[in-house]
Nanobody
């Protein structure tokens, strides 16, 4: 049984920070590219950041320089450190596990709410 469980969301003020965590079970963690996506009300789900098993990273332009994705393969966990948060960052954030193989499907977490408001 595969599970991706996110934690760390909440309400923060503009300029504040949050650290999201996603712990995977039931997969060979090192075989997956891990990522964070987000979806705000009325908007499409968008890529925030991805990280390979070798720690190659990419970021959406809107978060580059403010967010940092990392992974701890020993703990089967991917993190998203979010600094200098803006109201526009408000969304449900989803953890994603991508096997990079057309024969296999992605896995998704349930999502965690991040609200940036004063």
């Amino acid at each position: 049984q595969v599970q991706l469980v996110e934690s760390g969301g909440g309400l923060v003020q503009p300029g504040g920070s949050l650290r999201l965590s996603c712990t995977a079970s039931g997969i060979i963690f090192n075989s997956y590219v891990m990522g964070w996506y987000r979806q705000a009300p009325g908007k499409q789900r968008e890529l925030v950041a991805t990280i390979t098993s070798g720690d190659s990273r990419n970021y959406a332009a809107s978060v580059k320089g403010r967010f940092t994705i990392s992974r701890d393969n020993a703990k089967n966990t991917v993190y998203l450190q979010m600094n200098s948060l803006k109201p526009e960052d408000t969304a449900v954030y989803y953890c994603n596990a991508d096997p990079q193989d057309w024969r296999l499907h992605d896995y998704w977490g349930q999502g965690t709410q991040v609200t940036v408001s004063s």
